[in-house]
């Protein structure tokens, strides 16, 4: 059955686990996402990008969360917005059904430069507004996803791509945490720290001088009952790496975040855990796979049974990491 977010991560927060809230934006993902929900006994989170919205249209998604509601009646299911970047992308994901969004209000109104934190504030106490009156749950931003090793902006989401960002921007500031979520009254705060999205977050394994984990452990002594949300945290397996490049794929060395450091996040307030990469990276493996080992295959179920199989076993994997297993 659906379930808010709030609802969600209260649970969580009092039993002490995370949901991995994973990208969706097709039935392949959904399907696996469900499998490995349905194996463990985990409650979920699906979470659609503006990129997945424009690809699958907020129509097939709507009812592609009611059918798997459907199918797995007794696995809680939240559907998250995940990065909304304006007022009207919320309403319209709360008209979809959606039971969760975030504004992200970290990027200010253009999308890509650093906001100002009153404009962050005021846009996502709208959001709060809206959303609340609708009984949905608001996730908000502060601080600005990106390397601390680079200084760059999340690249993927065209975040400050171009212009180097300091230190204290890349880095919530705990005090600033404490007063937005008085402030906003959201119910989940992402949070910086060193990570960004895709598959090119550190180039070596990170400590923690690129993976700022005690930003969250002060952010956590500010805020014990917030529920934290960390953005960009896929582990990035090596094996997938190595799976897609032995079948022709060219993706480069590169480090994600370890398990180990998100379960120290579980350890200090952090609730909601996003996963895109890694799911995209299973597909992929799998994909490439099929193709080159059965070059006369044509039939597309050839190819993406298997690619629903890995992301069904990342998908365990991130449960069973969390703590989610057996939570439903
Ligand atoms: O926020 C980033 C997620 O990985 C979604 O990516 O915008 O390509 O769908 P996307
Ligand atoms: P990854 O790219 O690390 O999977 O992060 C996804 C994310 O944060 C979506 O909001
Ligand atoms: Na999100
Ligand atoms: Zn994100």
Redesign the pocket.
Known sequence: SRITLRQLLDHAATNGYAVP?F?MSNMEQGLAIMAAADKVGAPVIL?A?RGARVYANDTVLAKLIDALVEIYPHIPVCMHL??GSTLASCVTAVQHGFTSV?MDGSLGADGTTPADYEYNVSITRQVVQMAHAAGVSVEGELGI?GSLETGMGDQ?DGHGATEKLSHDQLLTDPDEAARFVAETGVDAL?VAMG?????Y?FTRKPDGEVLAMDVIEAIHKKLPDTHLV???????PEFLREQINEFGGDIKPTW??PLEEIQRGIRNGVRKV???????LAATAAIRKTLVTAPDEFDPRKYLKPAMDMMRDQSILKFEAFGTSGQA
């Not at 990570?195 to 598959?199: D, E, K, L, N, V």
Request: net charge negative.
């Open positions: 809230a990208n979470q990008s995940d990065h975030m996803l993927e992402a990570t960004s999205h895709g598959a977050k960390m953005h960009g945290s896929s582990s990035v994600g975040v996003n996963i895109d990469t890694d799911l995209r």
